[in-house]
Every structure is written in C-alpha cells, then in structure tokens.
C-alpha cells in the first residue's frame, strides 16, 4: 500500500467502534463464527489505531490505549459496550465518513483482523511489543509512539 498520508481528521474511538460494526453487521464473520463482542472491538481497535499511526502518522481517534490483563483496550468503548458481556454487540449507527485511503486501510486491516476469534485477537496482542512492554492495568496507556513504531514494521 502506498503512503500518501491524507487523513483528513481524528474521530472518537466510539465513532470507529460504530463503523467496525457496521462493517461486521455487512460482512457476517464466517469464519470465527462470532459475532462482534466487546473483547474483539477492543483488539480490532487496537490494530486500527496501530495501523493508521504507522501509515498516516497521527491516531485515528484521540483516546488512549490501555493495555489491560486481556490486552488492549480502550476505556471509553469497553464501558459503552459492557452491557453485552461476551455476547455480540448488535450495530449502531456509522455516522462518519473516512477519507478514501483511511477507508481502504480501515478495510484490510478489517479484512486480515475480522475473521480471528476474541481470543485468538487477545493471545496476538499478547504477544506484541506494544502489550507487552507496558504495565498492564487500568489507566496504562499504551504510547502512541510505541504503537507506530511496532505497527510500521507491519505496512508492506
């Protein structure tokens, strides 16, 4: 993929969590047989910031990262979601529109992340440089900074 950096602005983690389900209520996940619960939001959001940091150079949303015992989170989103447990979070609203490149990295990070199980997403983030060298734990954000430089290693 080419690096043209055009990101037009950044968005709530909430605003990318509702386009994430979007995306999952259009594309059913066959392949985990999953819906999308409130764990794989988290990872999946994790590797959306990553990416776009790595590619764009500025996050996608504003809010932090915070590398919790089952990795990745963020803080805002897991308490917006947390009524549904582990059960599947049911599709709201996409109110935003990502530039066309931010859309075309937002669907292949989608494409190579959606199809793995909540847990199958935890144990990979588990085992990534990001996770694992910080504190894990409420209110430990993961740097920005750590995060796109992990994640740039990964753009091809």
Known sequence: MENKKESRKSYSALDIAGKVLKRAAAIPDTD???LISNMKLQKLLYYLQGFHLAYFGKPLFEEEIEAWMYGPAVPSVYEHFKGYRNKGIEYTDDVISLSEE???LFDEVYRIYGV???IGLMEMTHKETPWRTTPTGT???ISKKV?????KKRLK
């Open 32 to 34: 985990s047989g999953e």
């Open 139 to 141: 209110g430990n954000a």
């Open 116 to 118: 793995y199980s909540a």
């Open 147 to 151: 995060l796109a430089s992990f994640f």
């Open 102 to 104: 931010e859309e075309a």
